[in-house]
């Protein structure tokens, strides 16, 4: 009898993604923090927690997806030096804060926090010599981690037109797991958990043994399955779904209920970068001198009041609040269980994804719960569930169901709203015109000479990055609308002026050599897979390094 076959799993799954925002040509770009902060919020941190678990012995079982876009900016020289060159500046930052507030203000003791974790992370990743991809995959040959695969730039796959586009997004994610980590994926993210009929055998052509979809998507499937959400569902293909838990997602995502609101926590729209006194804070700003969110952040949610009127954070009360919410987190799912048990499903399969940059980010203290939520299941004995990976429940085969998923995402109103709209529909249109240039060059252009070749995988790329479903997000959040439309309307026109060239018309190699640079994402990535040759990846791998024995 296996272990699930007497015990149910809980199965928290984060999906890590940030899009490709590489301009190896600034010293400093304003995108390129979305990576440099999520890197010290949220990438180092949970690596700091899985190794202090694995320090102290507390079992971990962790499910974390890593797409395409963040194992390539892991290994981007130029962005990781600037990596390191930002917790710098970090701690720069930290020594002038404690010198210019003084041990009696009441925001010193959580600049002072800023300061030790700024150190930490610095140390950490000074530790690592940069291979954070080398870091993850120690946790993954441990046992402590899961990690999924997902597509190569984070495409909405039912926005994709062709077979041929969906295999190469498909292929190209699981060529560059196995590139990272030396292994076939078993699981795969599905970019906003947007599934369409039929896209599970696109997956199981790649092998792949499960994905995760929105609640609706199992609660509307046909047959509709007796035990809900809370049984993975076996799809036509024989690929396994795993459907998200609206109960436990609802305790961390809510924002009227969820933890994360919790007023002892850290708020997160007052930033030293808007407080500070400019002159003071000049030195780490950009180079514009436009001030900007610079990570050192002194007040707490406080409850419903303005900004000006939040009080000081204080870093002790919050961890111990992190450690409470987590104690209730474990306690909640085991009430969970035993009430499924009781409505007769036998051995509960509770699903929790969310999104890996909430922990850290938008939730400053989500690392703390996280850690707290494996050490609370290590010392509370009879749990009537394990934390586990999906991979882990495979092998139990009670009460199988089979199941068709509809068309389904998660976002707003979970049927692709978000990403195709009136406000954004013009990218789907370029899109779809350039994935039939890109297939017809690809078969046109079975013998191309070298500056040929160098195009059409040039060409590729562009497809590739412009299909990448964070600009339409962004267009319809009206976020950073205006760096969104760039990107999308910028690799449609490098792509066409790249088709124009390989039929003779000229392009400057100063030019060319400034898109390669900028789009260097998937080097090894040949045009020829849109002519259904195998996806590959020539280059040197950080797999074929050894790992390193920290683990």
């Known amino acids: 009898?296996?272990?699930?076959?007497?015990?149910?799993?809980?199965?928290?799954?984060?999906?890590?993604?940030?899009p490709w925002v590489h301009h190896p040509a600034h010293p400093d770009f304003l995108e390129e923090d979305w990576f440099l902060e999520a890197l010290v919020d949220c990438y180092l941190p949970l690596l700091f927690v899985l190794d202090d678990l694995h320090r102290d012995r507390i079992p971990t079982r962790l499910t974390v997806g890593l797409t395409p876009p963040l194992l390539e900016m892991f290994r981007?020289?130029?962005?990781?030096?600037?990596?390191?060159?930002?917790?710098?500046?970090?701690?720069?930052?930290?020594?002038?804060?404690?010198?210019?507030?003084?041990?009696?203000?009441?925001?010193?003791?959580?600049?002072?926090?800023?300061?030790?974790?700024?150190?930490?992370?610095?140390?950490?990743?000074?530790?690592?010599?940069?291979?954070?991809?080398?870091?993850?995959?120690?946790?993954?040959e441990s046992g402590s981690l899961e990690i999924l695969a997902s597509t190569a730039s984070h495409a909405v796959l039912p926005l994709v037109l062709t077979k041929e586009a969906r295999r190469v997004q498909i292929a190209s994610g699981v060529t560059a797991y196995r590139e990272a980590f030396g292994r076939r994926p078993r699981g795969f993210w599905l970019p906003e958990c947007a599934f369409t009929p039929g896209l599970d055998r696109d997956l199981a052509e790649h092998d792949i043994e499960w994905t995760v979809l929105e609640t609706h998507a199992a609660l509307t499937a046909t047959p509709r399955p007796a035990t809900g959400v809370?049984?993975?569902?076996?799809?036509?293909?024989?690929?396994?779904?795993?459907?998200?838990?609206?109960?436990?997602?609802?305790?961390?995502?809510?924002?009227?209920?969820?933890?994360?609101?919790?007023?002892?926590?850290?708020?997160?729209?007052?930033?030293?970068?808007?407080?500070?006194?400019?002159?003071?804070?000049?030195?780490?700003?950009h180079r514009d001198g436009i001030r900007r969110n610079l990570g050192f952040k002194y007040h707490r949610i406080t409850g419903k009041v303005e900004l000006h009127q939040k009080e000081p954070w204080n870093p002790i009360a919050a961890k111990l609040k992190a450690?409470?919410?987590?104690?209730?987190?474990?306690?909640?799912?085991?009430?969970?269980?035993?009430?499924?048990?009781?409505?007769?499903?036998?051995?509960?399969?509770?699903?929790?994804?969310?999104?890996?940059?909430?922990?850290?980010?938008?939730?400053?203290?989500?690392?703390?719960?996280?850690?707290q939520i494996f050490r609370e299941a290590a010392r509370t004995p009879g749990l009537p569930f394990a934390f586990a990976s999906p991979t882990d429940t495979l092998r139990d085969a009670m009460q199988e169901v089979t199941a068709n998923p509809p068309l389904s995402t998660w976002g707003r109103n979970g049927f692709l709203e978000v990403w195709l709209n009136d406000g954004n529909s013009w990218i789907l249109?370029?899109?779809?015109?350039?994935?039939?240039?890109?297939?017809?060059?690809?078969?046109?252009?079975?013998?191309?000479?070298?500056?040929?070749k160098r195009l059409l995988d040039l060409m590729a790329r562009e497809l590739i990055l412009l299909q990448s479903s964070d600009w339409a997000f962004i267009l319809t959040m009206d976020t950073a609308a205006h760096y969104a439309e760039q990107r999308a309307r910028g690799h449609a026109d490098?792509?066409?002026?790249?088709?124009?060239?390989?039929?003779?018309?000229?392009?400057?190699?100063?030019?060319?050599?400034?898109?390669?640079?900028?789009?260097?994402?998937?080097?090894?990535?040949d045009y020829t897979a849109y002519a259904g040759a195998p996806v590959t990846n020539s280059r040197l791998t950080t797999a074929a390094r050894p790992s390193r024995s920290k683990i």
């Open 494 to 525: 490098r792509f066409y002026r790249i088709e124009a060239a390989l039929s003779g018309a000229e392009l400057e190699d100063d030019w060319l050599d400034r898109v390669e640079a900028e789009d260097s994402f998937l080097p090894g990535l």
């Open 323 to 371: 450690a409470e919410h987590a104690r209730h987190f474990v306690h909640a799912r085991a009430d969970q269980v035993r009430r499924l048990r009781a409505e007769g499903i036998a051995t509960p399969v509770i699903t929790a994804p969310y999104d890996l940059e909430l922990f850290g980010h938008w939730w400053y203290e989500g690392p703390w719960f996280l850690e």
């Open 230 to 285: 809370h049984r993975p569902l076996t799809l036509p293909s024989g690929i396994r779904a795993f459907a998200r838990d609206p109960e436990s997602s609802r305790q961390v995502w809510s924002s009227t209920s969820g933890y994360p609101g919790d007023p002892d926590y850290r708020e997160l729209y007052r930033d030293l970068g808007f407080d500070g006194p400019y002159d003071h804070i000049r030195p780490w700003l």
């Open 1 to 18: 009898m296996s272990l699930f076959e007497s015990r149910s799993a809980v199965c928290v799954v984060l999906h890590g993604h940030l």
């Open 76 to 140: 981007a020289p130029v962005l990781m030096e600037k990596a390191a060159g930002h917790l710098d500046r970090r701690v720069e930052l930290g020594h002038a804060e404690l010198d210019r507030l003084g041990e009696n203000d009441p925001l010193f003791a959580a600049a002072e926090h800023h300061l030790r974790r700024a150190v930490q992370m610095r140390d950490y990743l000074a530790s690592e010599r940069g291979d954070l991809i080398g870091a993850f995959r120690r946790h993954l």
């Open 429 to 452: 249109r370029h899109q779809h015109e350039i994935e039939r240039r890109m297939i017809e060059a690809a078969q046109r252009h079975r013998t191309p000479s070298p500056s040929q």
